[in-house]
């Protein structure tokens, strides 16, 4: 039995695979990037709700886990769903209690965990201050594939775990050079690669 982590991009991984201590060796790239060591497999789902449901129920199929972690970028939305400021910092990172998906499964809630805060799943990307406002009526962060990985859990009877660092609260913000710099942040969350 083994712990699965999903990650929606390489890139919010790469420091992790990359650590020699970690000891990861990349054993697949079809059909979604796997990397495995002595206790993990981590699975690249890639962006969108469909692409994580996809990845969960095939993980599912092709190995013997309980739980399984996703760790990734979350966007800030604006707090409270008003026109007041944005609910988080870039580079802070929150253990998630629940997932409700924005659209287009008409604001399901999926209840994850004791602790830790809401997160909101949106089919598109959050962008402007006029999403971000509608986003932050449901939770203070927002991401493109937490309420398929929390649905697929919940059907599979599987334990989830999530971590999200916030990568962006703008349209100006660099997400992808966010991501990266963010990236040593995820590799060292505790109990989670190893």
Do not use: H
């Not at 409700?100 to 089919?123: K, Q």
């Not at 927002?142 to 919940?154: F, N, P, R």
């Not at 660092?165 to 660099?174: G, H, I, T």
């Amino acid at each position: 039995m083994c712990g699965i982590v999903f990650v929606a991009t390489r890139m919010e991984a790469e420091r992790a695979l990359a650590k020699k201590a970690y000891g990861y060796e990349e054993v697949s790239k079809s059909p979604f990037e796997i990397w495995q060591n002595a206790s993990r497999v981590v699975v690249v789902t890639g962006i969108g709700l469909v692409n994580a449901s996809m990845a969960f129920a095939w993980a599912v199929r092709n190995f013997d886990f309980e739980s399984a972690f996703n760790i990734g970028a979350a966007g800030a939305t604006v707090a409270g769903g008003t026109d007041g400021c944005v609910s988080a910092r870039v580079g802070e990172m929150f253990a998630i209690s629940s997932v409700t998906c924005m659209e287009p499964y008409n604001r399901s809630r999926i209840d994850i965990g004791d602790s830790g805060i809401p997160l909101v799943t949106s089919s598109r990307p959050v962008i402007s201050r006029a999403d971000r406002v509608s986003a932050g009526k449901y939770a203070p962060l927002v991401d493109m594939e937490g309420y398929a990985l929390a649905k697929g859990a919940s059907i599979f009877s599987k334990k989830l775990y999530m971590l999200k660092c916030v990568s962006d609260f703008s349209p100006e913000c660099d997400i992808v050079g966010n991501i990266k710099a963010l990236a040593e942040s995820m590799a060292a969350a505790k109990n989670v690669w190893i």
